[in-house]
């Protein structure tokens, strides 16, 4: 399946809503809510509040994080900002500043 890809050279700043998944490589700033999958790669740098089924991150991300399945941050990420979902997965050397939410009664 053929992923939406944000390019490096890119920056958005507004909302991003969408039901397939996003690859960003680039700079988003402002809001972003997605039905599928999000993967922030180690260029990217975002700026915004995320709303999405699961998402990896390896870039920077400064905003708070809602994911309804799993948010993963790999070995080299930078993330600011709180973090909710059921399954939260983070790395060795994964810099986070911010609170984790991990309570699932919306199940």
Known sequence: ??????GSSIIIDGEISGD???VIQGTVKGKISLKESLYVEAS??????????NV????????NIAATDK???????????????PRILIADGASFKGNVDMDVKDR
């Open 1 to 6: 399946m053929a992923n939406t890809i944000i």
């Open 20 to 22: 397939e998944d996003l």
């Open 44 to 53: 990217a740098v975002v700026e915004a509040d995320i709303e999405v089924q």
């Open 56 to 63: 990896e991150i390896t870039g920077r991300v400064t905003g």
């Open 71 to 85: 948010v993963e941050l790999k070995a080299d990420c930078r993330v600011v900002g709180d973090v909710r979902a």
